[in-house]
């Protein structure tokens, strides 16, 4: 055989110059790297070429929204047939792009509000969907085989080097910056101000390829308050029982809260009742999670030592700063965040607990519903059983006992929902057949869209109790583990009397009163913290709350 | 730590009496066991409270007698219909035979119920000039606001004929309501959506420092309690003299603050030096400002 010791091209640089070229052609029109935010748009006909890879930056809070509109507002003759690579679909420039055939092809995460929409340019042809992902499967694509040829991004300040201060909302940045500079990418970089000197270096200038200030500081949305008004009775039982058999019975330390009233019922029980069982330093030490203000009474209390963060929150910026001991703070007193980061921590950490829509007899749980595209975000890599773990803690072992009950010893993460059985409008949670299914139908997508499959899953909680479906050995038990917490729906009827007694005397299956939880106590009086307001008092005033949140 | 406390705003109307009232004092007139429900709002299909909405009854407060009611603002807003009204009407006018130390009501509403359109507003007619005619008569009737649907509409003008307001500063009192405002006259006008404006405007402090509400407490039941207590059996004057007086002063109030834009202007005005953090100061350190504020004035 002959082999060709010759390279199968000749051509090894081709992205390098072809940047030198986008370079030269944006500085002809700028000038500098700094442009004048009218000029933004010519700027992106410049460098921006036909069938480019874009990103344009946008998470649950912080958005290039600025760059979004500018880029909407391109020739398409001359930008067309771009393929957008970004992890959410938020504003309304997101999708117009696709209606003028500015952008074509779509890689995604998430898409939340304009999910109907989405939803209809699908329909109508005029987004062609590659795939739905998780935020660490398309990142992790931005070093394969979706890497950026240019990405919008946005930061709080810049200097005239073009170093970027993302302020406390680093979140997603450092992935798409890595991904897209070093390959040759552009980086243009949409910032609240242009400064002589940023606070501290969050990337670094020679990176960034322009810079513009933005008319408008870039929006920002307190997705992550919840008034602790809003809190139920039936959520603060369901977080006693969480405490007391999960939390104290695993002893987790490390975990990952989703952001729902759910969870927040058990951060603001935290320095009431789970301080009363003698909790404290033995639960909720270290979280990945973003700074919700009702996580202040814990921190306060004592409860939780150190926190990780993916983004930041509205209000919260002061409160943060001053708590340097719990937060990751730069040098220069303000907070870093990063997405990645804090969802691989959340993914190695004891246990995740998160809410959901609708879960089916396996324990699959999905978050779709009909005529939307939503997608999934960050919760499958929070809820998943994290198989490359290697190092032991308590919780882990403990949970692996009950896991691997033969064969190798191993450990398991916790990945647990928490549910009320019914939904609002009386919606039941649990059904026999999870939505999804006619969603994929409808999409065209290769699998249901499932947020937490039912294999990762192990424990259930309700209002009527818990399912341990670590201890259910077979689908069989696993369905009626489940029905025994589904109350008076109608898969909680449909329950086999004789085997949930069985998965109780194992227990499977944990009533309130199996576990030392005293229903009668179950009131919001349990609450450390009623209202915003008391937050802010927790606080001792430095948590400052949006006004829409204010009642005073 | 934040102490433990029984807050008022979350508590629903029979916790508001109980937590008032002596315990085991309480005894109910026309309770939700007799079911004396709205007559109109079935023909609408929509569903009927047994209390219509309200608690009426007699008890004690430190061994007192009073009467009392409150409104259940879980229901329709507080809102009041022709049977939610003559309950109220009926203990009002139940003070002139038993003549209490004072009637306390317990206002959570946000005014007529449209549902029953000429019948709610007959209602509040009677409403009114039951609470004159117990005055007049020298018994004291006690405001108390701090529910999550504050005082508004007919309710906000029953409160202002009383001897007095006691609110939490949570509580808000006004005729229109903000999504009113703000329909009428247009979001550049009102923000309904922008609650520190709803709150500095339309808030308990704000009322207070204007002079329409007399006292601020913490959102507690027992802070409530204190409050009530404290002001039993001491009714203010009714009379030609007493009403002129007030108008006088309202008077005088219009042509002061005119040209304000917002209430931060006035409060500027009446010698408050950090207008800006007066919102988020406690009920106690507020109650501080407002002694200055009144002990300052010539």
Redesign the interface.
């Given at each position: 055989m002959d082999v060709s010791t010759h390279s199968v091209r000749g051509d090894w640089n081709s992205l390098a110059r072809n940047y030198d070229a986008r370079l030269a052609r944006g500085l002809a029109l700028a000038g500098g790297k700094v442009i004048p935010s009218p000029q933004t748009t010519a700027l992106m006909e410049a460098v921006i070429e036909p069938g480019d890879r874009i990103c344009i930056e946008g998470n649950n809070q912080k958005h290039a929204d600025f760059l979004s509109r500018a880029l909407a507002e391109v020739d398409p003759a001359k930008v067309h047939g771009l393929h957008v690579v970004q992890s959410n679909i938020a504003l309304a420039p997101h999708l117009d792009i696709f209606e003028s055939g500015i952008a074509r092809r779509l890689d995604f995460c998430y898409a939340g509000p304009q999910g109907l929409r989405l939803a209809q340019l699908v329909k109508a042809g005029k987004v062609e969907v590659g795939a739905i992902h998780t935020y660490l499967e398309l990142y992790s694509r931005y070093f394969a085989d979706l890497t950026p040829r240019v990405s919008l991004i946005a930061a709080e300040a810049a200097d005239r080097d073009g170093n970027l201060y993302t302020g406390p909302n680093t979140e997603d940045t450092p992935a798409i910056v890595e991904a897209t500079a070093f390959r040759s990418g552009v980086l243009i970089a949409q910032v609240n101000r242009i400064v002589d000197k940023v606070p501290r270096v969050d990337v670094p200038g020679d990176w960034v390829s322009f810079v513009v200030e933005a008319p408008k500081p870039h929006y920002i949305e307190p997705i992550f308050t919840r008034d602790p008004g809003a809190i139920t009775d039936i959520q603060v039982l369901m977080a006693m029982m969480v405490i007391r058999g999960i939390y104290e019975k695993y002893g987790v330390t490390r975990l990952n809260h989703g952001i729902g009233f759910d969870t927040a019922a058990i951060e603001l029980i935290l320095p009431t009742y789970a301080e009363e069982l003698g909790l404290r330093g033995k639960i909720c030490r270290y979280m990945s999670v973003n700074p919700c203000p009702t996580l202040i009474p814990a921190i306060e209390s004592g409860f939780i030592e150190a926190i990780h963060c993916a983004g930041s929150e509205l209000g919260m910026e002061r409160y943060v700063s001053e708590r340097s001991d719990v937060f990751f703070i730069g040098r220069d007193g303000t907070m870093r965040s990063n997405r990645v980061f804090c969802q691989l921590a959340g993914h190695y950490a004891d246990l995740f607990i998160g809410s959901t829509l609708q879960i089916d007899l396996e324990g699959n749980s999905s978050t779709a519903t009909h005529a939307r595209m939503t997608g999934f975000g960050g919760a499958p890599n929070f809820g998943s059983e994290s198989r490359g773990r290697r190092h032991g803690s308590p919780a882990w072992l403990r949970a692996g006992q009950e896991a691997h009950r033969q064969g190798m010893p191993r450990g398991r993460k916790l990945v647990v929902q928490m549910v009320e059985t019914f939904k609002e409008g009386l919606a039941p949670t649990f059904v026999e057949r999870l939505d999804a299914w006619e969603l994929m139908d409808t999409f065209d997508m290769p699998l249901p869209p499932v947020m937490v499959y039912g294999d990762d899953l192990t424990h259930i909680v309700t209002e009527e109790g818990i399912a341990n479906l670590l201890l259910c050995d077979s689908l069989a038990e696993r369905a009626q583990a489940i029905r025994g917490v589904a109350g008076y729906t109608e898969v909680g009827r449909k329950r086999d009397r004789q085997m949930v007694e069985k998965l109780r005397a194992r227990g499977a299956i944990l009533y309130p009163e199996d576990i030392g939880v005293d229903k009668r106590l179950a009131s919001r009086d349990l609450l450390a913290a009623r209202s915003i307001k008391d937050l802010v008092r927790w606080s001792e005033g430095l948590y400052a709350p949006p006004a829409r949140f204010k009642n005073w | 730590?934040?102490p433990?406390r029984?807050?008022f705003?979350?508590a629903t109307a029979r916790a508001r009496v109980r937590g008032l009232l002596d315990a085991g004092s309480f005894r109910e007139f026309c309770g939700p066991a007799q079911r004396r429900t709205s007559p109109h709002l079935p023909a609408l299909g929509m569903p009927v409270a047994f209390d219509d909405g309200i608690v009426v009854g007699e008890g004690t407060i430190e061994g007192r007698p009073v009467l009392i009611a409150a409104q259940e603002g879980a229901f329709m807003g507080g809102a009041v219909g022709e049977v939610h009204g003559a309950k109220l009407t009926g203990l009002l006018e139940r003070a002139l035979d038993t003549r209490p130390d004072a009637v306390v009501l317990l206002l959570d509403s946000g005014g007529v119920r449209l549902h029953e359109a000429n019948a709610g507003l007959i209602a509040m007619g009677e409403i009114q000039r039951a609470v004159f005619d117990a005055r007049a008569a020298g018994i004291e009737v006690i405001a108390v606001i701090g529910g999550r649907n504050g005082c508004y509409g007919g309710t906000s003008i029953v409160a202002r004929s009383c001897d007095r307001i006691i609110a939490s500063?949570?509580g808000r009192l006004s005729v229109s309501g903000p999504e009113v405002i703000e329909a009428v006259e247009g979001i550049e006008e009102f923000d309904a959506?922008?609650?520190?404006?709803v709150?500095r405007t339309m808030?308990a402090?704000h009322r207070r420092l204007t002079g329409e509400i007399d006292e601020i407490v913490a959102?507690d039941i027992d802070a409530f309690r204190s409050a009530v207590a404290a002001v039993l059996g001491a009714p203010r004057p009714f009379d030609l003299d007493a009403l002129e007086a007030e108008h006088a002063r309202l008077a005088g109030r219009v042509a002061r603050f005119k040209g304000a834009k917002d209430a931060r202007e006035i409060w500027a005005a009446l010698g408050v030096n950090d207008p800006d953090r007066v919102?988020?100061i406690?009920a106690d350190e507020f109650n501080r400002l407002v002694a200055v504020l009144e002990g300052d004035r010539p």
């Open positions: - | 730590m934040i433990a029984h807050s705003l979350e500063e949570e959506q922008d609650r520190a404006l709150w808030g402090k959102d919102s988020d406690e």
